[in-house]
């Protein structure tokens, strides 16, 4: 079969991404009840278990990147040959909307209502803590040290490619393994990783988009409804693969970043304006001044349930987000990639995060929308949740329609680039361009398997593979970071 193919694929990362897509996706669907229990069995144990690693090591590695920033390597050029170079703007889209999907604002809506719901019963935890807290902790999640452990594959890619043009963009290749088992079982973890991760981010976000579009036209959310979104998805990211990035990713990238300014920004002023002014400044400086505390604490249900499980997630997506990042950074210096993706990125997590998670308090506050009595008592869905919040400001059947159309884009962008990555991870040579057609087999790849896991409850059990995958990855970073001070040491910095 493969020898008509084109010679400068790379048949091993394209055989193991399609029968690691089958064989996951069948061992869920068999049985995807008992699939998920096992799988979040399994994963209870091992962040039990490597909770102090998952914490630790996080912390620890944003500080590392801070200090290569700042360090004279800092001012190390990335040269990708092949590669455009994006102005800061367009680099700017791309790696925020690559990096972060639709489920941004849905969890920047209700996220602060399951810390409530667990600290409310803390003694040791005041009224005014309590919603400090809340509204800190998916800041905190969604900040500074995710966007470090996206980081940190993006500066490994970077260095190794630079120094050594000809090397394979995938963890075997970076990491130089010559032994073909090792360089099996790396190139597995990666491609897993990535699919998981694309699985899982599909799986959540067409259901919320579906909702949307049902409150909008005032439609009942059905099979076809969920379909119609599916293939309108595919035939955005479909074709923007197929033309690539700079046609593609870059203006998708750059339109959607205007219409969350835009949409957050009317939010801002529609809402209740001063109430959310003051709260994000508060929330802000009891951010910074917990930040250290938050990221040591451990033994916690917070810290066990929610910082370990987002630390896990963030690991699992970080090949894809990495090497992406490292695929639009053509002569950037590490100091710009570093700083550039966990200042931009955050600031950007936090604009959302801050104005939409203060809106929804804000009506509990005032007791309009009941949130923690609703997601506690399940008396709606999550999705269902957001869109009412929404719906309750003036100008709701306008602002759901912008915010369906940041959904579909914010999932095409993200998708749109996993399966650049993918491609790019499939030619023999980082130095080469991606072929068309594998960025459309991907594309179709992508939308198949979730929308069969999603129609037979098989995400969850989906998510739990996603998240296990991220412990071997605690060790891969470990020689992603060795393979950094390696190489650094052999640049000279004049």
């Known amino acids: 079969m493969f020898n008509k193919i084109n010679p400068n694929w790379n048949k091993s990362v394209i055989s193991i991404t399609i029968l690691l897509s089958l064989v996951l996706s069948i061992f869920v669907i068999i049985n995807p009840i008992y699939s998920s229990k096992i799988l979040s069995s399994i994963y209870t144990n091992l962040s039990n278990y490597f909770e102090s690693f998952y914490m630790y090591g996080t912390f620890g590695l ?18 990708l040959k092949n590669k455009p170079t994006y102005s800061m703007l367009s680099w700017s889209s ?58 940190l594959p993006a500066v490994a890619f970077g260095i190794a490619l630079t120094l050594r043009p000809e090397t394979n963009l995938t963890f075997s290749g970076i990491l130089g393994a010559k032994n073909n088992l090792i360089k099996f079982i790396l190139d597995i973890i990666f491609i897993g990783a990535i699919i998981c991760g694309a699985g899982v981010g599909l799986g959540l976000s067409f259901p919320l988009i579906s909702s949307v579009i049902s409150d909008i036209f005032q439609i009942e959310r059905t099979a076809i409804l969920d379909i119609f979104v599916i293939l309108l998805c595919l035939s955005i990211f479909g074709t923007s693969a197929y033309v690539g990035v700079q046609n593609g990713i870059r203006r998708l990238s750059n339109i959607n970043i205007s219409l969350v300014i835009i949409f957050l920004s009317v939010v801002f002023l529609l809402g209740p304006t001063k109430y959310i002014l003051l709260n994000s400044v508060e929330t802000i400086g009891f951010l910074f001044s917990n930040y250290v505390e938050m990221s040591l604490t451990t033994g916690t249900e917070i810290s066990i349930n929610w910082s370990v499980f987002y630390w896990a997630w963030w690991l699992a997506m970080a090949p894809m987000i990495g090497t992406f990042i490292i695929n639009v950074s053509n002569n950037k210096t590490l100091r710009q990639i570093i700083f550039g993706t966990i200042l931009i990125g955050s600031i950007g997590c936090f604009f959302s995060m801050l104005i939409l998670s203060n809106l929804s308090i804000s009506f509990f506050e005032s007791g309009y929308i009941n949130g923690p009595n609703i997601i506690g008592n399940k008396i709606v869905s999550r999705e269902e949740l957001v869109v009412q919040t929404i719906s309750a400001l003036d100008y709701s059947y306008i602002l759901l329609l912008v915010f369906s159309v940041i959904l579909i884009i914010f999932l095409c962008t993200t998708y749109d680039s996993t399966t650049y990555v993918l ?47 991220s412990t071997p990855l605690l060790f891969i970073y470990l020689m992603l970071i060795f393979s950094i001070l ?9």
């Open 94 to 151: 791309m790696l925020f909307a690559g990096g972060i999907g639709a489920t941004l604002l849905y969890w920047s809506t209700v996220e602060w209502i399951d810390y409530y719901n667990i600290l409310k019963n803390d003694s040791l935890v005041d009224n005014k803590e309590l919603f400090l807290y809340s509204r800190a902790y998916p800041l905190f999640h969604w900040g500074f040290s995710a966007w470090a452990i996206y980081c």
């Open 62 to 79: 944003l500080l590392f990147l801070f200090f290569i920033g700042i360090s004279k390597y800092g001012s190390f050029r990335v040269v």
């Open 423 to 469: 491609a790019s991870a499939s030619m023999k040579k980082s130095s080469m361009n991606s072929s068309k057609s594998l960025r459309v087999l991907f594309a179709v790849l992508l939308v198949i398997q979730p929308t069969l896991l999603m129609y037979l409850n098989g995400v969850d059990a989906f998510k739990w593979i996603m998240v296990i995958f």
């Open 486 to 494: 390696k190489n650094v040491y052999t640049i000279k910095i004049t």
